[in-house]
């Protein structure tokens, strides 16, 4: 078995040799993203993803990521370390309800969240993500919005948006969902001063004791600016790794239990040099998916701009 220093040295050689990059969420462990090229939430992700001139992608992150990967860089081999890693969200919408509500609603806007999969986003007329949901739909011409798959970031995006008629659905990501009110009570509890911030994936008693709601990448910004030096974090416990590198003297808190997404965790180093050195597990999306999930992928790119 090599040791880590091995593996990390082994993995940048197979990088140069092969022209690749390494993309993870802050979702990952700790040891994969101190690997990876860039770290970031899904929406940053998604841009370095369509913008690299590398030739491959090491995707470690969850299914429908790699998949928007591919989607927007068709002619780059994209390749998971573990392809079992997948959101539970992701299929919790359905092509069918999608239709019945175009046909109920003639001026509809199907507003897809990124964690999704490509088929759901091929019947949808454009995604978003957790950083960009809100300032998305208040540009969007249309008034009535049925907002896929999930229901917590559909109702936050639905009390800023009032203006709009935002017709949610049922999806929730069963690792947000789990984080209640009283396990953030009992931790204020705790720690009387700190500051709440919570991912938009909670549900709205937790998003109703929050002092702020962002995305990832908008919670690590949040923390950094802040002069605050104790947080509770309510979301998935990997953003920790860049909480405390980015703010040695801050503390940062987690409920209890504290959230932790398996699937997330899926991704190693081990099958990150795997997937490297035998190009196993390409992500591969039919064409006529890939050509009808571009259309909202893009349109989110351009709208976000
Ligand atoms: P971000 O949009 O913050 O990357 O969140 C993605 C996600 O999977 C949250 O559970
Ligand atoms: Fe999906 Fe939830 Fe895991 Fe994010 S934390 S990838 S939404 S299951």
């Known amino acids: 078995m090599k040791t880590k220093e091995e593996l990390a040295a082994r993995i940048a050689a197979l990088k140069k040799e092969k022209n690749a990059i390494i993309l993870a969420h802050y979702y990952c462990t700790d040891e994969v993203q101190a690997l990876a090229d860039h770290v970031g939430d899904s929406f940053y992700l998604a841009k370095v993803a369509k913008e690299t001139d590398a030739a491959v992608i090491v995707f470690c992150g969850v299914s429908f990521m790699g998949e928007s990967a591919k989607i927007l860089n068709p002619e780059k081999t994209v390749l998971m370390p573990d392809l079992h890693a997948d959101c539970a969200m992701a299929h919790m919408a359905e092509v069918e309800r999608i239709k019945e509500m175009r046909a109920k609603y003639p001026g509809l806007a199907v507003v897809c969240y990124i964690n999704s999969t490509a088929e759901l986003k091929r019947h949808s007329d454009v995604c978003v993500t957790s ?10 011409p249309n008034r009535d919005i049925y907002f896929i798959p999930d229901q917590n970031l559909g109702r936050f995006v639905k009390e800023q948006v009032p203006e709009k008629n935002v017709m949610l659905c049922d999806g929730y990501c069963p690792i947000h969902k789990a984080l209640t009110a009283d396990q953030v009570l009992a931790k ?56 405390r590198q980015d ?54 790119l351009e709208l976000a701009k």
């Open 247 to 300: 703010n040695p003297q801050k503390r940062f808190v987690f409920c209890d239990p504290c959230p932790c997404c398996a699937d997330m965790k899926l991704n190693t180093p081990e099958k990150i040099e795997e997937v490297l050195s035998s190009g196993k597990n390409a992500v591969e999306v039919s064409e006529e998916k890939r050509a009808g999930a571009l259309v909202p992928l893009d349109r989110m």
């Open 188 to 243: 204020k509890r705790e720690y009387p001063e700190a500051l709440v911030l919570t991912h938009p994936e909670c549900t709205g008693e937790v998003l109703a004791l929050s002092d702020y709601v962002g995305s990832t990448a908008d919670i690590i910004r949040y923390a950094k600016e802040s002069e605050a030096d104790c947080f509770i974090v309510c979301t998935e416990v990997g953003v920790a790794y860049r909480l």
């Open 131 to 140: 950083s960009n949901a809100v300032r998305i739909v208040r540009a969007l």
